[in-house]
């Protein structure tokens, strides 16, 4: 069979070359192989392996297979591409460039010489198509254009390109001019513009100066992005063109895949980004026919562009609206949620190991941060580092001689896109999309955690890991990553320590032990943890382990949570001083006057990061400003909205009166604070502060100053203090690198939302319960009709916080077990373990009188 041989003669050269050049070698034989059997059309063609040359040599299918490879092998002349007689490949007119137009099938002008299109070329060939109604010359134009990375960077190029010096004399000019005016002087109706020039310079971190990167001015490239919308408006209602974009895309993907991972093409040529450009502008990339082979191919290529082009790529995206950020992010997510529900991923067949999901999920970074940078950005209120640097451990050293240095000491890593652009997620107050447009749940639910953990960790090439991308991951995802990382770490601690016995000769302790008494609960806790903090911060890594002295309960992580949860009932105690509690928001702040020294401070942060190190929840309620500021960005006038609502009010409303602020309202740059016993306390926001008014001109100047006074000078010791003993527990977690402000609330506090239906369809049963058990169908009737501080009151009894965990109550597994007949024994509880002991009652009744009681009056442990 001859097909049955030309596949088998291509397959013998597939297999020799590298995976990423396999379709543009197939390619190029396929060119081989018709020229031999076909020809070109060229009757004066002198190519010798042409078979339109006169002393060509006829051969059969087999001859000519073998022949082909033996010319792709050699690198040999090949004819250009050009439409072939019958239709069927774009193969024709040899590389010297003549063309004997009397063999033509028709005497109209095919455009064989076109090399490059633009949009009038465009309407000028779909005009002529038009009027015959035969759109073969444009469908085989599209096809050789699209399919040449060549043809396509030459292409829809703008009718002018202006130096550096012309841009900056149109914009000095007349900034009054009409759309039409200013589309003529810069030769696009786009705004999404950047020197060509400004591709080098990119490549060095593209520094912002100060505020938002819209400062830099438009993001200018050569092609025009509006001639190519419009192009791909008129063109895609046809079917017949639509398939010829689709079969161009497969030809174009594995040379421009090639051409970035062989041969440095951008670095030659930035004009090369151009292809990226004008591709990702079909709007129908998305569509089920590209997704099978079209899309994953270029998504392929795409993520083999060099970092300067991702930032300039990421840049030039930032100024498109939301809608076309959307329909890049929805192109890219389609992918990932088709291949991930098209094939079985397990353990033995990871999504990591897809190319295609890996190639999407690269190429939708560069929409995330485009995304980010278009969106509200605040690049200048950032926290300074702590110039006192955190103790290392004692342990350091046996570490060092053990050859375990740790990894990661200075901190968490970053992203190279997010410092090649100079920004961090934390820097947008509002992206252009929701952020969550970005999570792939289906990813998610197939994702192995602890293999993609493993790839993290080791940073290899061969290895990709999905949270080095944390936008695709939710929060669920994300907090089992965490996890491992914080177990881990306990259990090296837990190996270090037993060695470094060894060495010593002494006992050591492998966790973090505590023991407290109930009444005197913070003076303990604090106390120990000041000593350990003083001595070594590295014991603070390691796995804690409470006990409350005179009680019996073995801490398996249930006795840690109601630690946890005392510890803060005490500390945010008002009474105390420390925190200050606003009734209208129901939030706590720093309180400015607060007698207590610095280390108090530290050690409530060391708490904090404990908490989230052994994975407890707390019931703290502090605005999104104290973990923006942990994140390292200081509190603006925008954050007194949540934290400070009434100054936030008044202060708007100076903003925006309308009639004169300083006659009006008499008002300095002086103001009034109270302190711990009600005095007034004054300060100057400006020097001499209260001989200064209060103005229309200045009053902006006013607003930033008092926020800045109220959120970050007035705690700045506090703050500082509380920051620190956090970052003690977390300075080499992921934490920072994986959580957005609002995220790191939700793993401190948990949810506040309760859906104990979904806490019901979770629920395990244990000892002789089912789901279908008289017994438990009351139960869950009587859970049901609990009010919401009974529903609190229960989860605190069974598991130990009265949260739901990220994720809500879904995600907590619950376990009722059978505890004995009938009997008038109170249901008991193992908290470390979500563990329901509840007896068999007879009636409805006497079961919810039993289980009231308990988790009324529950406190304390002790040993059944």
Known sequence: DVEVAVLYWLSILLDTVLQSCRAAAKHLIERYYHQLTEGCGNEACTNEACGSSPGFRRMDNNAAAIKALELYKNNAKLCDPHPSKKGAHNFSACSNGKMNHKDLPSTREDFRDLNYLTEEKVYEILALCGETEDYSPLIRVIGRVFSSAESLVQSFRKAKQHTKEELKSLQAKDEDKDEDEKETASGSASAMEVDPDAAAS???GASHDSNNVQKLGPVEVSVDIEAVRRVYDRLLSNEKI???FLNALVYLSPNVECDLTYHNVYAADPNYLNVFIIVMENNNLHSPEYLEIALPQFCKAMSKLPLPALAKLARLWSQYGADQIRRLVETFQQLITYTVISNEFNSDNLVNEDDGVVAATKCLKIVYYANVLGGDLDTDHNEEEDDEPIPESSELTLQELLGEERRNKKGPRVDPLETELGIR????????IPFEEFINEPLNDVLEMDKDYTFFKV????????????????????NLGLYYDNRIRMYSERRITALYSLVQGQQLNPYLRLKVRRDHIIDDALVRLEMIAMENPADLKKQLYVEFEGEQGVDEGGVSKEFFQLVVEEIFNPDIGMFTYDESTKLFWFNPSSFENEGQFTLIGIVLGLAIYNNCILDVH???VV????MGKKGTFRDLADSHPVLYQSLKELLEYEGNVEEDMMITFQISQTDLFGNPVMYDLREGGEKIPVTNDN???FVALYAEYMLNKSVEKQFKAFKRGFHMVTNESPLKYLFRPEEIELLICGSRNLDFQALEETTEYDGGYNRDCHIIKDFWETVHSFGQEQKRLFLQFTTGTDRAPVGGLGKLKMIIAKNGPDSDRLPTSHTCFNVLLLPEYSTKEKLRE??????????GFGML
């Open 850 to 859: 039993r289980l009231l009681k308990a988790i009324t009056y529950a406190k």
């Open 425 to 432: 997620t934390s820097d947008c107050r509002k992206p252009l």
């Open 622 to 624: 502090f605005p999104m």
């Open 459 to 478: 940073e290899t090439e061969s290895k990709f890991s999905f949270m080095t991308c944390p936008f695709i991951l939710n929060a669920v995802t994300k």
């Open 627 to 630: 973990y923006r500021k942990l």
């Open 202 to 204: 990119s490549g060095e």
């Open 242 to 244: 639509e398939a010829a």
């Open 699 to 701: 009053r902006k100047e």
